[in-house]
């Protein structure tokens, strides 16, 4: 995936250079940002040195009309409120995160242009973790084994459970969910890695996309719609791992669990625990899907430390595959 270019240029020093610096200090990101403070010195550079977003402040916005440049204009306002300019506008004193994925959603609303295929060392692997028994510390473990692989590989966690929780355990700034990104995805837009990274949190180091705010937008998900996202994300993004946390209200779960390269099943040993496998094997057999018990692998908790634990050498593992 060819790098691309933000050009930020402020007529306050220390704002674009923290700026820049921050932008800049995570492992490989999309976007590499260089800081201006002088308009003329950035329209010079462009010329050479093409970026694809301009963050402008705007009350430098009259020195560069009438100028050549490349790139996307996108203006930073120290005023929350704004009368319509022609160009998106972004209020310039919030957090760098948020500043962020706003210029990446409004660069891929515009983008006429894919970034390309990712390159790759291996596939994406897909790791399903799914039980058909409840509360077995599911999505406890889908985190603490998420946090573990993304301290050695580029990792995303899906949840995908009709109540997922996160809108109160990791509260965000905006609104931007799972639903969007598909939504986008259908619109057949050209820049999905720019959306895909305008939406990307973070919990302990591993990038997540905050799952649907209820089932009746899980059910809207079809089939289709989640092979084709993990389709995409083989294609564009540079995740070498991604985490499935499945919930049976998912459409199409016996395909999603037949192409995954490894299932982790949360279990209970107690007899309702047991009784529930014994009707989910049933199903399995009764579609013709064995299969997938084959690469599943059933895992008991009795403490919050024993996921913990158990995550973490699981991750480590993985690591090394």
């Given amino acids: 995936m060819r790098r691309k270019q933000i050009a930020i240029c402020d007529e306050e020093p220390e704002y674009t250079r923290r700026f820049a610096e921050y932008a800049n200090r995570y492992r490989d990101p999309l976007f590499i940002v260089h800081g201006y403070t002088d308009v003329q010195e950035l329209v010079k550079d462009i010329?050479?040195?093409?970026?694809?977003?301009?963050?402008?402040?705007?009350?430098?916005?009259?020195?560069?009309?009438?100028?050549?440049?490349?790139?996307?204009?996108?203006?930073?306002?120290?005023?929350?409120?704004?009368?319509?300019?022609?160009?998106?506008?972004?209020?310039?004193y919030q957090s760098c995160p948020r500043i962020l994925r706003q210029a990446y959603s409004a660069y891929a609303t515009q983008a006429s242009v894919s970034l390309g295929t990712a390159l790759r060392f291996r596939e994406m692997k897909r790791i399903g973790v799914f039980s058909p028994v409840g509360r077995t510390g599911k999505t406890s473990f889908a985190l603490a084994f998420g946090k573990e692989l993304a301290k050695q590989c580029k990792t995303l966690y899906l949840n995908m459970e009709e109540f997922s929780g996160f809108e109160l355990l990791y509260p965000r700034e905006d609104n931007w969910?799972?639903?969007?990104?598909?939504?986008?995805?259908?619109?057949?837009?050209?820049?999905?890695?720019?959306?895909?990274?305008?939406?990307?949190?973070?919990?302990?180091?591993?990038?997540?996309?905050?799952?649907?705010?209820?089932?009746?937008?899980?059910?809207?998900?079809?089939?289709?719609?989640?092979?084709?996202?993990?389709?995409?994300?083989?294609?564009?993004s540079r995740y070498e791992f991604v985490i499935l946390d499945l919930g049976c209200g998912v459409e199409g779960i016996f395909d999603l669990l037949e192409q995954c390269d490894k299932i982790y099943m949360p279990f209970g040993m107690d007899e309702t625990a047991q009784a529930k496998f014994w009707q989910y094997r049933e199903t399995l057999k009764l579609l013709e899907m064995e299969e997938i018990l084959e690469k599943t692998e059933k895992v008991t908790f009795s403490q919050t430390g024993k996921i913990e634990e158990y995550a973490q050498a699981e991750g480590r593992r993985w690591g090394r595959v």
């Avoid at 996307?72 to 972004?90: A, M």
């Avoid at 997540?208 to 719609?225: H, R, T």
């Fill in 47 to 92: 010329k050479d040195h093409p970026a694809d977003i301009i963050l402008l402040s705007k009350k430098l916005s009259r020195e560069i009309k009438g100028k050549e440049q490349t790139g996307q204009i996108i203006y930073l306002t120290e005023e929350e409120y704004q009368e319509e300019s022609g160009y998106p506008v972004i209020y310039k």
């Fill in 177 to 236: 969910t799972l639903s969007e990104l598909i939504y986008f995805m259908k619109q057949g837009k050209n820049a999905f890695a720019c959306k895909l990274e305008s939406m990307i949190g973070q919990i302990g180091g591993l990038d997540y996309i905050p799952p649907v705010k209820s089932p009746i937008e899980l059910k809207m998900i079809g089939k289709e719609d989640w092979e084709e996202l993990l389709r995409i994300l083989e294609k564009e």
